[in-house]
């Protein structure tokens, strides 16, 4: 059973500081997902990455894949309360269509 | 923007009764997956569907619980007789034929309430 980790569990910060969430396993994965979902609502995805090593970014935000597929770290530069809300990893396998999600890191950005 | 539409979004019910949740995936998508999520658990998939087919039901408990898709506009999923442990958000996600790298789309989920 493939499981991913993710830490910490709950982050409370103020506005305008950086802050790096991470999501780490012993199995290795052809892609690897970040999603983030908001109160009552369902999880959107922020990005896919599928290289080792690949570092996308979506304005604030830096996503990195660890250089053997097995982690993932997401940075937050200057965060704001918008940025608030549960942040989720999870990992494909490929062909089969199956994700097995993170349980997630639930931040909060105080203004 | 096209997207993924469950009904209800909220259901209280005694324990006992049955619950049916529907799901209208985006049109286009022929992957179909529900999850539930739980504070302990997290979210974990319960069953998946490609072109209306089961896939992989392996999360689910079949005694209690059964998954469709009648047509590809709509997948159910069914808890009878429903318990309290049940209570839970059922999401539901879909998306395009291919691999685990497709994105899923997923809708805003069904708060469920067993008491």
């Known amino acids: 059973t493939q499981l991913l980790e993710q830490s910490p569990q709950f982050l409370s910060i103020q506005e305008g500081e950086n802050l790096t969430v991470y999501c780490n396993s012993s199995?290795?994965?052809?892609?690897l997902q970040w999603y983030r979902q908001e109160p009552g609502e369902g999880p959107v995805l922020l990005v896919t990455?599928?290289?080792?090593?690949e570092v996308k970014k979506l304005k604030r935000l830096t996503f990195q894949f660890g250089d053997a597929r097995k982690d993932s770290s997401l940075h937050i530069t200057a965060a704001q309360p918008g940025d608030t809300g549960l942040y989720l990893c999870?990992?494909?396998?490929?062909?089969?269509?199956?994700?097995?999600f993170g349980k997630g890191t639930l931040l909060t950005v105080n203004p | 923007d096209a997207r993924v539409t469950q009904t209800p979004r909220h259901k209280v019910t005694e324990m006992g009764q049955e619950v049916t949740m529907r799901c209208q995936p985006i049109?286009?998508?022929?992957?179909v997956f529900w999850y539930r999520q739980t504070m302990m658990q997290g979210l974990e998939l319960l069953a998946y569907?490609?072109?209306?087919?089961?896939?992989?039901d392996s999360g689910m408990p079949k005694d209690r619980f059964s998954a469709e898709m009648p047509d590809t506009t709509l997948a159910t999923l069914k808890i009878q007789p429903s318990e309290p442990r049940d209570s839970a958000v059922y999401f539901c996600?879909?998306?395009?034929?291919?691999?685990?790298?497709?994105?899923?789309?997923f809708g805003d989920g069904t708060r469920l309430s067993i008491l």
């Open positions: 990455v599928v290289t080792g090593g």
């Open positions: 569907f490609r072109n209306r087919a089961p896939l992989d």
């Open positions: 049109l286009g998508h022929n992957t």
């Open positions: 999870a990992g494909g396998g490929g062909s089969n269509y199956k994700l097995t």
């Open positions: 199995s290795v994965f052809s892609s």
């Open positions: 996600a879909s998306s395009t034929t291919g691999s685990s790298h497709q994105p899923q789309h």
